[in-house]
C-alpha cells in the first residue's frame, strides 16, 4: 500500500462550472507554507493546532482574491495530515489560474480520489465509507443519496467490526486449545465453541441484511420466484429469462444457489432471482439455501408466490404463505395448469393472501403475457417506457461486499462442519482465518493495490 502524504497535493473540489464560490483543496506538510506563500493580510505567526477561519486575499500573480481561509490541522483532519481549503469567487478561469499558482509553488495535482484515498490510507476512514463518498458524490437522486449516506457514516463497518472480533476470538480458542488434551482443564469446551459460531453467523446475516436493505430501491426492480419445493419456480426461470440456466428435475430441492437474470417489463430491466423452495431444513448446505433464499426474499420489491395447481393440501399452502415477508408485493403464480383438473382459477382462500393472481403453464406457455402484465402493474411500471438503470456504482460495490460476505460465509460453514467431523483444531483455525481475510477485503486492510486503484480512480478530482 502507498505510504500516504508523499506530497501535497492541490486540486478544485466545487463542480466544473461557474458559481458564486469555488473551493481550492490542499493537504499535506506544506499546506501551511502554501497559505503563507500565496495569501495576503493578518497571519498569525504560528497557525493554531485547532480549526479555524480567516478572510485574507489570494494573490494569483496578477491581482489579489478575497479569499476565505479554512485551516484544519492535522490529525484531526480528513485526511489526517495538514489541510487548507481556499474559498474563492467561483469563477473558472480564476480557480485554474489560482490552482495552478500553487502548483507552481511546489503542489502536486490531485490524482482522482486522492484526498479520499489519503484518509483511507491514514486509517481516517476504511474502504466501505470511502465508497460510500463515491457513491454519494454520484448520487443522482434521495434514494442514493440514503443508500450512500448509509455506508459513509459506517453503517456496515460497525457490523463487521464486532463480527471480525467475533471470528479472532473463535480462532484464538481454537489455538489455545492446542496445547491442552480433551481431557485436561483447560481444554474448550465444544458448548464455547458452538456459542462463537453462532454469534458469528448471525454477525455475518445481520451485514447480508443490511447490504441488501441499503441497495434494495434502487436501479432495477427486484422480483423472486418463491414458492415450496417443485412448484415450477426453476421451469418458469427459464422461461421469463434469456439465459435460462435452472435446472429442471422431478426431485425435491434442486435449486440451491440463487440464480438472477433480466426479466424485461413494460420495457424496464428487472432482476429476477430463483430460489431455494420454502422448505424446513437443519444443518449442512440445505439450511444455508434457506439463509441464502430467505435474504432475497426480504430484498424483493415483488414476489411471485408460486403455487403447484394440482397440490390438495391447501392449509398446508396457506402456513407457506406466512413465511413470505410482508413488506414486498406478491403475485401469486397458479402454476402448471396443464397438468390440473381443477381448472386454471386457484381457491378464493389463497387469492386473498396475495395482491394479484393468474394461473400459467411454462410448458405450454399459458398466462405468461398475463403473468408480465401482472408483475408490471404491481412493480408500477406499466405506461413506462424508460429503463432503470442508474446506481450503477452502488450496485457495483454492494456486489462486491455482498460476494465477500457470502463468502466469508462459505469459510464459517466450513469451519463449523470440520468441528463437527473431529477435524484438528489447527485446521479449524486456518478456515476461520480464511473467513477473517474475506471479512478484511471489505474494510480494505487486505484489498490488492489494483482493486483499490479501480475503487479510487472512479471518484472525481478534488475529493
Do not use: Y
Not at 118 to 126: K, Q, W
Not at 215 to 233: D, F, I, S
Not at 402 to 418: K, P
Request: proline share 4%; glycine share 10%.
Amino acid at each position: 500500500m502507498r505510504s500516504a502524504g508523499a506530497h501535497t497535493i492541490a486540486a478544485i473540489s466545487t463542480p466544473p462550472g461557474g458559481g458564486e464560490r469555488g473551493v481550492i483543496r490542499v493537504s499535506g506538510g506544506a499546506a501551511e507554507d502554501l497559505v503563507r506563500a500565496h495569501v495576503r493580510g493578518a497571519l498569525p505567526d504560528a497557525f493554531p493546532a485547532r480549526r479555524c477561519c480567516f478572510r485574507a486575499d489570494f494573490s494569483d500573480g496578477v491581482g489579489e482574491l478575497a479569499t476565505l481561509v479554512l485551516w484544519m490541522p492535522g490529525p484531526r483532519s480528513f485526511t489526517r495530515e495538514d489541510v487548507a481549503e481556499f474559498h474563492l469567487p467561483g469563477s473558472p478561469p480564476l480557480l485554474a489560474r489560482a490552482l495552478d499558482r500553487l502548483l507552481h509553488s511546489g503542489a502536486k495535482l490531485a490524482e482522482p480520489g486522492e484526498f479520499t484515498r489519503r484518509a483511507f490510507e491514514s486509517g481516517r476512514i476504511d474502504l466501505t465509507q470511502a465508497e460510500g463518498v463515491l457513491e454519494l458524490v454520484e448520487a443522482a437522486n434521495e434514494n442514493e443519496r440514503r443508500a450512500a449516506v448509509a455506508l459513509l457514516t459506517g453503517g456496515l463497518a460497525d457490523r463487521l467490526r464486532p463480527l471480525r472480533e467475533t471470528l479472532d476470538d473463535l480462532r484464538a480458542l481454537c489455538e489455545a486449545s492446542l496445547d491442552f488434551d480433551s481431557e485436561d482443564t483447560g481444554a474448550v469446551p465444544e458448548a464455547e465453541l458452538f456459542e462463537g459460531f453462532c454469534a458469528a453467523m448471525s454477525g455475518l446475516r445481520e451485514a447480508l441484511s443490511f447490504e441488501l436493505a441499503r441497495v434494495a430501491t434502487l436501479g432495477r426492480p427486484r422480483v423472486v420466484l418463491a414458492g415450496a419445493p417443485n412448484a415450477g419456480k426453476s421451469s418458469l426461470f427459464n422461461r421469463l429469462t434469456v439465459e435460462g440456466r435452472a435446472l429442471v428435475t422431478e426431485l425435491r430441492g434442486t435449486t440451491r444457489d440463487v440464480l438472477e437474470s433480466v426479466w424485461t417489463l413494460a420495457d424496464v430491466e428487472c432482476e429476477l432471482a430463483d430460489v431455494a423452495g420454502l422448505d424446513a431444513v437443519q444443518g449442512g448446505p440445505d439450511e444455508r439455501a434457506q439463509e441464502l433464499s430467505r435474504d432475497r426474499r426480504e430484498a424483493a420489491d415483488l414476489l411471485l408466490w408460486v403455487v403447484d395447481s394440482t397440490r390438495r393440501d391447501l392449509d398446508q399452502v396457506v402456513r407457506e404463505a406466512d413465511e413470505l415477508p410482508a413488506g414486498a408485493a406478491r403475485l401469486l403464480v397458479w402454476s402448471q395448469i396443464d397438468r390440473s383438473a381443477v381448472g386454471s382459477a386457484p381457491p378464493d382462500s389463497l387469492i386473498g393472501l396475495a395482491d394479484g393472481w393468474c394461473g400459467v403453464s411454462a410448458v405450454e406457455d399459458l398466462g405468461l403475457s398475463e403473468l408480465a402484465a401482472g408483475a408490471a402493474e404491481l412493480l408500477g411500471l406499466s405506461g413506462h417506457a424508460s429503463s432503470l438503470d442508474g446506481a450503477g456504482v452502488t450496485r457495483e460495490l454492494s456486489l462486491r461486499h455482498r460476494a465477500s460476505l457470502e463468502q466469508a460465509h462459505r469459510e464459517l460453514e466450513a469451519a463449523r462442519a470440520a468441528v463437527d467431523s473431529g477435524r484438528a483444531l489447527e485446521f479449524v483455525a486456518e478456515i476461520l482465518r480464511s473467513a477473517s481475510e474475506a471479512l478484511d477485503g471489505i474494510s480494505g486492510s487486505t484489498t490488492p493495490e489494483d482493486v483499490l486503484d479501480r475503487i479510487f480512480s472512479r471518484f472525481c478530482l478534488g475529493k
